[in-house]
């Protein structure tokens, strides 16, 4: 069922009484009874005049509490935070330390050969103290530890395993070659990464060793 606007209740309430006071009047009622209808009149007028009014109010208090929500997101995300001092952290601890501030963490790394120094920020951008919008980026640099790959091309397997070993590769993966070539078999041909390359100790060693027919399979 469609339900009737209230306005138009109003509206239809003032014609009835009106209509009913004119009615009184043409029948030559008493001036009390039309009295009391302009009474009823006025009544009905003041009801609907006041009504539209309690909308008005109740408008206007909704459009208020709408600014007030706009204004308060607003406020929000325009926060501002200080960045904490990060240098000497760890860099996943510095990372946790800005995500529970409400900053975001970008990491670069730095070659060193110091492992006391491995994983620890040397930088940070803004610096220490700075004030800095919510969910801005804080870049910081930390030290990564790394070691020169030997040259171990032209030696025998053996000796390139004990030098890669002794600078501090112990993952070592060996492929055999076949050659033709009398001074390259037994030998290690080729290597990745190449001599001189800075390298963290964890990562993989790939050798090459010439061989005049591949070792049989077991």
Known sequence: MRLIHPFIVHALSIFLVAFAVLTLVSCGCS???????ATALSTA???STT????TTTSTAVITESTATTVSSTQSTAQQQVQVPDLVGMVWCGADSVLGNCGLECETEFTPTCDPLADGLVSAQDPAAGAWVSLQSVVTIEAWRYM???PDVVGMTEEDATLALDGAGFSNLHVTYVVTLTPTK?????EQDPDPGVLTEPAAQ????VGEKTPPMSM
């Open 147 to 149: 070691i020169p790959v």
């Open 51 to 54: 009504g539209e009014q309690a």
């Open 185 to 189: 078999m037994g030998k290690v041909i």
């Open 45 to 47: 007028i003041l009801t």
């Open 31 to 37: 001036d009390g009874a039309a009295d009391d209808g």
């Open 205 to 208: 060693i790939e050798l090459k």
